[in-house]
């Protein structure tokens, strides 16, 4: 196994309720770098545990989602259950920069904001993440 990538965890509330839709988000080529080095088309997932010690999760290659429109986005989506045992945070989606939320607040050119992960045309191929084939 080589560690191939990074990734962060999001929710989805549902409304008045205590639980919300779950995803584990990371580059799109990070996905694709692993599908064209993995034998088995599968994506491992590693985890802390709360009371010590790590968790691998698997996941086929084919689970991740892509923009459905735009191939230059660099996101790739998993829907995931969380369980009890996994020591995590997540993200609300109410933290994602919207298109009304870049108009309600003014964003635009030269201002300081804050992504995750890397531009797709200018990373180090051989970086050390933490998704693995």
Not at 46 to 66: E, H, P, Q, T
Request: hydrophobic fraction near 45%; charge should be negative.
């Amino acid at each position: 196994m080589k560690l191939a990538g990074t990734c962060f965890f999001m929710t989805i509330p549902i409304e008045d309720t205590e639980f919300g839709f779950h995803y584990i988000i990371t580059a799109k080529h990070v996905i694709e770098g692993i599908r064209q080095r993995s034998i088995d088309q599968k994506v491992f997932i590693r985890f802390n545990i709360k009371d010590k010690g790590v968790k691998l999760m698997r996941a086929s290659i084919n689970s991740w989602l892509y923009h459905p429109e735009d191939p230059t986005v660099d996101v790739a989506v998993l829907k995931w259950v969380p369980l009890d045992i996994v020591d995590y945070r997540s993200l609300d989606i109410s933290m994602a920069a919207t298109d009304e939320v870049i108009k309600t607040e003014g964003i635009g050119v030269g201002e300081e904001v804050f992504l995750t992960g890397l531009f797709a045309n200018h990373y180090e191929r051989n970086g050390t993440f933490l998704l693995s084939a």
